[in-house]
T-cell receptor, first 114, second 117 residues
């Protein structure tokens, strides 16, 4: 079955500290991989995506993610968290063929302490 | 570029009424749009896939007669919640696939908060 697992429901990080949000997927083929961020009451903003090529992907707001095929993982990282990064983060996978919907993880809530 | 809008952003209605939500791709053509539903503190659940000019494909458990989807043009899809009830209160988000884009990249609208009294 196709699925996305985000093991951490809630993470609290001190401002300035590094961050890693975990994402594991189960998919029949090599998927497209995405990370989205959602602020309360808002829609989704794409942070970064992986389609092919370099497995270390750079995104907006200083985020990066690394695709590890052997571990079926696509973890999101940021070296220094800012208070404005507090939000809900969703990992998603999608098929390579067009016209198919994304499968989302349950999300990780990030809180940033001062 | 690649902006998706939704209207309205927030709607409150009485139980039994119908509500229409619009999803527009503002600067690109979208042959496929998706409708998701998100309950508080939960993830997005796909409701249906909408293809321009054809009937929508609904996910298991989603009532097609209750959630009417129309995708009449390459830039507009509508979701009508018919005879809404309080349990239909949720955050509805659409996404659109850029027809000329690489792979399966989708762009999301800002969402519509539906509250049924």
């Amino acid at each position: 079955a196709q699925s996305v697992t985000q093991p951490d429901i809630h993470i609290t990080v001190s401002e300035g500290a590094s961050l890693e949000l975990r994402c594991n997927y189960s998919y029949g083929a090599t998927p497209y991989l995405f990370w989205y961020v959602q602020s309360p009451g808002q829609g989704l903003q794409l942070l970064l995506k992986y389609f092919s090529g370099d497995t270390l992907v750079q995104g907006i707001k200083g985020f990066e993610a690394e695709f590890k095929r052997s571990q079926s993982s696509f973890n999101l990282r940021k070296p220094s968290v800012h208070w404005s990064d507090a939000a809900e983060y969703f990992c998603a996978v999608g098929a390579r063929q067009a016209g198919t919907a994304l499968i989302f993880g349950k999300g990780t809530t990030l809180s940033v302490s001062s | 570029g690649a902006v998706v809008s939704q209207h309205p952003s927030r709607v409150i209605c009485k139980s039994g009424t119908s509500v229409k939500i619009e999803c527009r791709s503002l600067d690109f053509q979208a042959t496929t749009m998706f409708w998701y539903r998100q309950f508080p503190k939960q993830s997005l659940m796909l409701m249906a896939t909408s293809n321009e000019g054809s009937k929508a494909t609904y996910e298991q458990g989603v009532e097609k007669d209750k959630f009417l989807i129309n995708h009449a043009s390459l830039t507009l899809s509508t979701l009508t919640v018919t005879s809404a009830h309080p349990e239909d209160s949720s955050f509805y988000i659409c996404s659109a696939r850029f027809s000329g884009g690489a792979g399966n990249e989708q762009f999301f609208g800002p969402g519509t908060r539906l509250t049924v009294l």
